[in-house]
């Protein structure tokens, strides 16, 4: 199941059914290899992912710039790639190597799309971060408590320089991350709210694939007991 749920494509059907259709970004295509991709018949803007991988990702606002070649090379480097190798995070190994194409999404701010990323505990969340400022490659990560309370430790990423806004649709993010945590010991449900309508982005089983500290180090502690594994008898 884990399999299916980090995989970029199969993730939405799942997604799909318990929370509905108008929460999917829509998909423009599905490829086994970047030679299927018709880029005729995709529309001037889109992006390409490819499913099993991360940061296998191209941006394309205006097809008529789009270097072909570049987003070749790229892909078919993702494609080639497996990431349970890099540290042994089991659910992507045999996730099947494809590219899926989706339509450009971009918020109020006309260059991005804030992730608003929700740590669920057996269906309950208890915190989340905000990544902002991805699209001048210097990303800053914000954690906030399910009141919207700025959370004192950092992780990976310093804090942002400017201020950081609830979404108009924050209680129903918590709702549709709850709804899509429930019965896992631990999941990250990761969201968009995209000029007021929310959208889901993807479901993330080991954050940071569990090798990055939060500092201070007692927010380490204290976020890990909240995790509670099954009883070995």
Same mark, same amino acid.
């Given at each position: 199941?884990? %399999?299916? =749920? $980090?995989?970029?494509?199969e993730a939405k059907e799942f997604v799909r059914k318990l929370i509905g259709d108008e929460y999917i970004?829509? %998909? =423009?295509g599905?490829?086994?290899? /970047?030679? @299927? #991709?018709?880029f005729d018949n995709l529309p001037n803007q889109f992006v390409l992912k490819t499913t099993h991988d991360s940061g296998g990702v191209v941006v394309c606002t205006n097809k008529s710039k789009l270097d072909i070649e570049k987003a070749r090379i790229k892909l078919e480097k993702s494609l080639r790639h497996n990431f /349970?190798?890099?540290?042994?995070?089991? &659910?992507?190994?045999? $996730?099947?190597?494809?590219i899926i194409a989706e339509k450009y999404m971009v918020d109020e701010s006309?260059? @991005?799309l804030k992730d608003y990323k929700f740590f669920c505990f057996d269906g309950k969340c208890k915190m989340l971060f905000i990544a902002t400022d991805r699209s001048i490659g210097d990303v800053k990560f914000d954690f906030f408590d399910t009141e919207f309370n700025h959370l004192p430790f950092k992780q990976g990423h310093p804090w942002a320089t400017k201020e950081?806004?609830?979404?108009?649709?924050?209680?129903?993010m918590i709702? #549709?991350?709850? %709804? =899509?945590?429930?019965? /896992?010991?631990? $999941?990250?449900v990761d969201l968009y709210d995209i000029n007021g309508k929310i959208y889901f982005g993807e479901l993330t089983f080991f954050h940071f694939s569990g090798n990055v &500290?939060? #500092? &201070?180090? @007692?927010?380490?502690k204290k976020i890990g007991e909240w995790l509670k594994l099954p009883s070995v008898r």
């Open positions: 199941e884990y %399999t299916q =749920l $980090v995989d970029k494509y970004i829509p %998909t =423009l599905i490829y086994n290899s /970047f030679d @299927e #991709i018709d /349970f190798y890099e540290h042994r995070e089991y &659910p992507y190994k045999n $996730v099947k190597p494809r006309g260059t @991005e950081i806004k609830k979404p108009a649709g924050f209680e129903k709702e #549709i991350a709850e %709804t =899509l945590g429930k019965g /896992f010991p631990h $999941v990250r &500290p939060f #500092i &201070p180090s @007692e927010w380490d």
